[in-house]
């Protein structure tokens, strides 16, 4: 099995940076995924990593380091509108099928 | 170009009764993944159907069934439900099946078990 773990809330301000940890533990590893989800809306993709660094992708960015089984995706000049559940997911084996963490509540306060 | 639709969006059941659930893929999408939702255990993954047959499975008991049509459409259903089946029932859907690393989800159906 896959164990994902992320801390379940974080606090930020406005304008600042905070950076979203996610470790997990797993055999036949195919790669990383993080989602974004809003209080009652769906979960929508964030970021996809395979290979060992940072990924860039506007004021989002995602690091994978797999000998060390672990993650994270920064965000920059935070805005209200961060404030949502960003869900850490897994896929490994044959299946491709993503397991998710339970998810990093972030709030953003002014 | 239409995202993932999940019928009914919310609904309420007694303990004993069944539920089926529906979910339309974006148009081109032959992977269908299914998903429950609680704040307890996150994310869960319930199974994938990939032209209408079951490619992947979770650790859900058997009460929890579905199918895929020949349209992509897919439905599943939960039999003899129970309190703890209360949750949040995302469906996503992809082109290949995950391996291109995006889900595209729909709002899901919130399923309330009295």
């Known amino acids: 099995g896959q164990n994902i773990d992320q801390p379940t809330e974080m606090t930020a301000t406005e304008g600042a940076i905070v950076q979203i940890n996610c470790t997990y533990q797993?055999?036949?590893?195919?790669?990383l995924f993080w989602y974004q989800q809003h209080a009652g809306e769906a979960p929508t993709f964030l970021s996809y990593?395979?290979?060992?660094g940072l990924e860039e992708k506007g004021r989002f960015s995602s690091f994978l380091s797999r000998s060390k089984g672990y993650s994270y995706l920064l965000l920059k000049e935070l805005q209200m509108k961060d404030s949502a559940s960003y869900l850490c997911?897994?896929?490994?084996?044959?299946?491709?099928?993503?397991?998710f963490g339970r998810g990093t509540s972030l709030i953003v306060h002014p | 170009k239409a995202g993932v639709t999940q019928t009914p969006r919310y609904l309420i059941k007694t303990r004993g009764q069944q539920v089926t659930l529906s979910c339309s893929p974006i148009?081109?999408?032959?992977?269908v993944s299914w998903y429950q939702q609680t704040p307890g255990q996150g994310l869960q993954f319930l199974f994938e159907?990939?032209?209408?047959?079951?490619?992947n499975k979770g650790n859900f008991p058997g009460r929890f069934s579905g199918r895929q049509f020949s349209n992509s459409r897919s439905e599943m259903n939960v039999s003899t439900l129970e309190l703890g089946d209360s949750a949040l029932y995302l469906c996503?859907?992809?082109?290949?099946?995950?391996?291109?690393?995006?889900?595209?989800f729909g709002e899901g159906s919130r399923l309330t078990v009295l």
């Open positions: 996503a859907s992809s082109l290949v099946g995950g391996n291109t690393g995006e889900l595209f």
């Open positions: 997911a897994v896929s490994s084996g044959g299946s491709y099928i993503p397991t």
């Open positions: 159907y990939f032209s209408e047959t079951q490619r």
């Open positions: 797993t055999s036949g590893f195919n790669g």
């Open positions: 990593n395979v290979l060992d």
């Open positions: 148009s081109g999408h032959r992977s």
